[in-house]
């Protein structure tokens, strides 16, 4: 037990529901690129399909990190969908509002992230929390795309002097 009285297992359950949260984000994102509608789904199938890929790519390191710990990790979608944080909506095609959604979830993760990241630093689990920080950077560019995509993006080097 670390002198906060922080410790591993509440960092597995952070990691898990984390895990949890991206499964679910997986299985939208993958959704989307596959219903997305309107004159640039070529592009929009592509970027969803990478979203998704991504997030699958990195679920094995989510539950082996889990594990590193000496806890099991969760394995079934029921388990998924009890420990997810996050919800998923529906949206019919448009791929600005599915843009918008996954934005959301990309922030959302982000911020757990951000929360599991220190944990690791107070822990000393350095391993992770490499991990962890090669994550916020993906979520952090997926969110520059997605608010891009959604004019959401309003902020340039001139505003910034």
């Given amino acids: ?17 984390i895990l949890s949260d991206v499964v679910n984000y997986k299985f939208t994102a993958h ?3 596959w ?3 309107g004159p640039n789904f070529p592009q929009f199938h592509k970027f969803f399909g990478k979203l998704y890929e991504d997030a699958e790519g990195s679920v094995d390191t989510f539950g082996e990190s889990i594990r590193t710990l000496g806890y099991d990790a969760p394995q079934t979608l029921t388990d998924f969908m009890s420990m997810a944080c996050m919800e998923s909506r529906i949206v019919a095609g448009d791929p600005i509002q599915m843009s918008l959604e996954l934005y ?11 929360v599991a990241f220190e944990m690791c630093s107070a822990l000393n689990q350095q391993g992770i929390a490499n991990f962890l920080a090669e994550r916020i950077g993906v979520h952090e560019k ?6 891009t995509i ?4 309003s902020t340039s080097i001139s505003d910034l002097h």
């Avoid at 037990?1 to 529901?17: F, Q």
């Fill in 150 to 153: 959604a004019g959401l993006d």
């Fill in 142 to 147: 997926f969110m520059w795309q997605l608010s």
């Fill in 31 to 33: 959704g989307y690129h």
């Fill in 104 to 114: 959301g979830h990309n922030a959302h993760i982000r911020e757990c992230l951000l």
């Fill in 1 to 17: 037990m670390h002198e906060s009285g922080l410790t591993k297992r509440d960092l597995a359950e952070k990691l898990a529901v």
């Fill in 35 to 37: 219903n997305v509608k």
